[in-house]
């Protein structure tokens, strides 16, 4: 499975960012996608998730009712909408996969995901 993030760049404070991470090489019905930042220094966080079968979405609490995670089943792509971005939201951001798994699915750790995206950079200015 390969990966390709892209759709980052430089909006100032209060603006929008759609992020595209699009999936080529196989999907897999009960997989899932994810989204995470990471910032200079820091470790890779989690923000959003969905699988590929469903619409279920899980969200890191700081950013709900900010971001918004879909998906395009026939494009193979999963999108991260970002709105009234803020400073501390300058990060590179990932997109990452995880294959199906038996039991015990953790979306939220950046460790359970299989493949990941060469990263796309948010810099929101104040």
């Known amino acids: 499975v390969q990966l390709q993030a892209s759709g980052g760049g430089l909006v100032q404070a209060g603006g929008s960012l759609r992020l595209s991470c699009a999936a080529s090489g196989g999907t897999f019905p009960s997989s899932a996608v994810g989204w995470f930042r990471q910032a200079p220094e820091m470790e890779r966080e989690f923000l959003a998730a969905?699988?590929?079968?469903?619409?279920?979405?899980q969200y890191r609490e700081s950013v709900k009712g900010r971001f918004t995670i879909s998906k395009d089943n026939v494009k193979k792509a999963v999108y991260l909408q970002m709105n009234n971005l803020k400073p501390e939201d300058t990060a590179v951001y990932y997109c990452?996969?995880?294959?199906?798994?038996?039991?015990?699915?953790?979306?939220?750790?950046?460790?359970?995901?299989?493949?990941w995206g060469q990263g796309t950079l948010v810099t929101v200015s104040s």
């Open positions: 969905i699988t590929w079968s469903s619409t279920s979405t």
């Open positions: 990452g996969f995880q294959k199906p798994r038996l039991s015990g699915r953790d979306y939220t750790g950046a460790k359970f995901y299989d493949y």
